[in-house]
C-alpha cells in the first residue's frame, strides 16, 4: 500500500484519537492509538519532539506540563526523566520507535514539532526504510524544506505555510506551481482559519489537476466532516474516531487496509 491511495478518503487518527470518549485525556500514547488500529484505523497521527539524549518522542508540546504528572521542557530532559511521566496518572510517553515496531502495518503522518527533530527523523526514515509508511508535515516552512533536502524529496511531504497560501490564492494550479513550487502531496491545512475559509471547492479543484491532495484537521463535528467530503476532500483528520467512521461508513466510504471497504 502506497502511502497516498487514489480514489479513497483517508481516515486520520489524530493523536490516536485524543477525544474519543474511551480514550479522553490519552493523546499519543500507546493506549490510544491501540484503540484506533482496533477501530480499523490504518493512518495514525503524532508529532515528534527530540529528547536531550537525541530520542525522537511521539508527544505535541515543547513541555511535559499540560498532559502528564511531571514538569519541564522535552529538549532538557533524558529519555530515562521522560520515562517517568505519565499521561493521564497511567500512560508512558512513547517514542517513535515504539509506535513504529507497536504497529507494523500503519502509516505514520508526522508532524516536526523542533528543529532538532529534523535530522533525527530524516535519519531514522532512511534506517528503517520507511519511505512509504511516513507522510511529514510542519508548521514550520524551515523544517519541512530541510526535511526534503535530507531524504532527497523521497517522502511525501505536506505543502508548507507559504505554498498553502499562493495555492489557495492563485487561480489555476499552474500559476500557484510558478509562484510557490511543489515537492509536496498533500495539503494539509484547517477547514478555516478565523473568519477565511481554507478549504474551498475551488481549492480542491486546483490540487486535484496538479495530482495533489487535500486533508483536513481536526474536525469533530460530523455535519461538518460531511460538508468537506461533498466538496470532494482526501483525508479528514479527527479526535472523535468513532464519529469519523461513522460518517464515512454510512457515505460507502469507509476502507481499512485490515478489513476493506464497508
Not at 502506497?2 to 499519543?28: C, D, M, Q, S
Not at 511521566?85 to 500512560?91: L, S, T, V, Y
Request: glycine share 8%.
Amino acid at each position: 500500500m502506497t502511502y497516498l491511495p487514489k480514489g479513497k478518503v483517508l481516515a486520520f487518527a489524530h493523536r490516536g484519537g485524543a477525544y474519543h470518549p474511551e480514550i479522553e485525556g490519552l493523546e499519543n500514547t500507546m493506549a490510544a492509538f491501540r484503540h484506533a488500529a482496533a477501530l480499523g484505523y490504518d493512518y495514525l497521527e503524532t508529532d515528534v519532539h527530540l529528547t536531550a539524549d537525541g530520542v525522537l518522542l511521539a508527544f505535541h508540546d515543547e513541555v511535559l506540563d499540560r498532559v502528564t504528572d511531571q514538569e519541564g521542557a522535552v529538549r532538557d530532559l533524558t529519555l530515562a526523566d521522560v520515562r517517568r511521566a505519565r499521561i493521564g496518572g497511567r500512560e508512558e510517553v512513547p517514542t517513535l520507535v515504539d509506535l513504529l515496531d507497536a504497529f507494523p502495518q500503519a502509516r505514520f503522518n508526522i508532524d516536526i514539532k523542533s528543529d532538532d527533530a529534523v535530522a533525527p527523523l530524516a535519519a531514522l526514515v532512511r534506517e528503517r526504510d520507511l519511505w512509504d509508511r511516513v507522510f511529514i508535515g510542519s508548521f514550520s516552512r524551515r523544517r519541512i524544506r530541510r526535511f526534503r533536502a535530507l531524504t532527497d524529496g523521497r517522502v511525501p511531504t505536506a505543502a508548507d505555510p507559504w505554498q498553502v497560501v499562493v495555492w489557495r490564492l492563485s487561480p489555476s494550479a499552474r500559476v500557484a506551481r510558478l509562484l510557490a513550487g511543489d515537492g509536496f502531496a498533500a495539503f494539509q491545512v484547517p477547514h478555516r482559519s478565523g473568519r477565511f475559509v481554507v478549504v474551498t471547492r475551488g481549492l480542491v479543484r486546483r490540487a486535484h489537476a496538479a495530482g495533489l491532495q487535500v486533508h483536513v484537521w481536526t474536525i469533530d463535528d460530523p455535519a461538518e466532516m460531511n460538508e468537506l467530503l461533498d466538496l470532494g476532500v482526501d483525508g479528514i483528520f479527527t479526535d472523535r474516531t468513532d464519529l469519523l467512521k461513522d460518517v464515512l461508513q454510512g457515505r460507502g466510504q469507509w476502507w481499512s487496509a485490515q478489513g476493506g471497504t464497508s
